[in-house]
């Protein structure tokens, strides 16, 4: 029997505005595993101020990353700085606001941003072993920071601005529909812009995932 | 051109163990968009006592069910009161443990609970307007409650003592795998057990969810 393909997924919270965008992470989830992939949730041990997804403030009380990150994971999460590269054949990001929040400070200082240690020291290891990585919505702006010098192509939509900001790092903006995804082979990274389209329906998201799930699964 | 069929959804929270479960409401979410159903999102006003999801744990801080749902909803949501079935085609409850917690209290009484009053409202006016109702997971205890004694047909998955205690309400339980639904064509409600199975795999929830919005969807 060939041994099933494991999957780590960084998450950033619990929805779309401070946290991981949960139709992002199921339509990953749901995906990754019709393809037969064993699944590990990893995300960041931090504080943060959530928001009221309702009137848009923010709260008066904290919450913690790895803690609400695991809603979306059922329980089954560690912290990301346990995440072993070398256990595991591809790595991903779904979006959300939370991954320009608390995975790297993109939301801030843009293409200057800073990235959190040990979502910089994932990446450049399943970089390093020529595993590939997977980002969604606003996520794909790690690898622009991280893998930029080195000329990445990726996507984060049609928005001439972010496309600009993006290039500042040195990476390759390319446009993409919400129902599509961008390949880049030489480097392994896959990247769909999904909720970077405000209005975007549900399965159009669902569908473009799923063509960058199948991508990787082959890559991996 | 077809008018879309317009579906209401009842959540509970944010989060299997203490709110709606994620994958089930997302999967619900995907199929019913793909189908081309016009989506709203309602939950009650009312304040709970969230769980820590990964040592199990109650928080000493509350959460508000409506706030934390409209993390699932990405905004888009009113409170449970305001909904007036007679805008909508159909209505559908994701399972997650806060179905039993916040909708009714099936977690504490069983077959006796006490059902929330804005939620024995809609549900009985859908039905008195012979518009079809589905449940996932453990939300089908709301329906066993309200229309047990009508004798409706429906699942919580293939648990013994689940099961007999579904039926001192009245209603028939039928066995059914995770991959799979029921449909009382009588009655007009259709269910799923998705995660009673607390060890399926998510692509095999997203079937089962799958089955249950087409038939939705054809009787609405």
């Given at each position: 029997m060939k041994k099933a393909k494991k999957i780590a997924l960084v998450l950033a919270g619990c929805g779309n505005k401070d946290g991981t965008e949960?139709?992002?992470?199921?339509?990953?989830i749901v995906q990754l595993s019709q393809l037969?992939?064993?699944l590990k949730f990893f995300a960041p041990d931090q504080i943060y101020t959530p928001v009221n997804f309702i009137n848009g403030q923010k709260h008066s009380e904290k919450r913690n990353v790895?803690?609400?990150s695991a809603r979306i994971?059922?329980?089954n999460i560690e912290e990301l700085k346990k995440l072993n590269p070398s256990e595991f054949d591809a790595l991903v990001f779904p979006?959300?606001?939370g991954a320009a929040l608390h995975l790297c400070n993109w939301a801030e200082k843009g293409a200057k941003c800073d990235v959190l240690p040990s979502v910089e020291v994932a990446v450049r290891e399943f970089h390093r072993q020529s595993k590939p990585i997977a980002a969604v919505c606003v996520a794909p702006t790690l690898l622009a920071r991280l893998l930029g010098e080195e000329g990445v192509t990726l996507t984060l939509g049609n928005d001439p601005e972010v496309a600009a900001e993006i290039e500042k790092t040195g990476a390759h903006h390319v446009e993409c529909p919400v129902d599509d995804y961008v390949t880049d082979r030489e480097h392994k990274v896959i990247t769909s812009p999904a909720y970077m389209y405000g209005?975007?329906?549900p399965h159009q998201v669902f569908k473009g995932i799923s063509g960058l799930a199948k991508e990787l699964m082959e890559m991996a």
């Open positions: 949960i139709t992002e992470a199921v339509s990953l037969g992939a064993e790895l803690e609400e994971a059922r329980g979006g959300g606001f209005q975007a329906l």
